[in-house]
């Protein structure tokens, strides 16, 4: 599956942005949907996942009750809604995609095989 994510950029701390990631598979049966954060030098970051098949959702505690992650597979496309954006918000955010990812396995980057180019988010204070 090849992932185009978008709707990055900077802003003031408070902001929302929405990100998306497009996905090139016709049909995302079967796949969870995540997406991820990196800052320079620390490891990559679970954030929200989404499950195409009884759309089970995975939040961050670090971003619950801030983001939402949502989905559209009919255009296969999943979205994550940030509102009241922070300074430590900003990193490098990654879709990624995965075949057959158990529950347990969905916060965990090694589970997802396919990553999109990641977006850059910055937040000033």
């Known amino acids: 599956v090849q992932l185009q994510a978008s709707g990055g950029g900077s802003v003031q701390s408070g902001a929302s942005l929405r990100l998306s990631c497009a996905a090139s598979?016709?049909?995302?049966?079967?796949?969870?949907m995540g997406w991820f954060r990196q800052t320079p030098g620390k490891e990559r970051e679970f954030v929200a996942a989404?499950?195409?098949?009884?759309?089970?959702?995975a939040i961050a505690d670090s971003v619950k009750g801030r983001f939402t992650i949502s989905s559209d597979f009919a255009k296969n496309t999943v979205y994550l809604e940030m509102k009241s954006l922070k300074a430590e918000d900003t990193a490098l955010y990654y879709c990624?995609?995965?075949?057959?990812?158990?529950?347990?396995?969905?916060?965990?980057?090694?589970?997802?095989?396919?990553w999109g180019q990641g977006t850059q988010v910055t937040v000033s204070s």
């Open positions: 990624a995609a995965g075949y057959g990812i158990i529950t347990s396995a969905q916060r965990s980057a090694a589970a997802y095989a396919d």
């Open positions: 598979e016709r049909t995302l049966h079967g796949y969870t």
């Open positions: 989404i499950r195409r098949s009884g759309g089970t959702i």
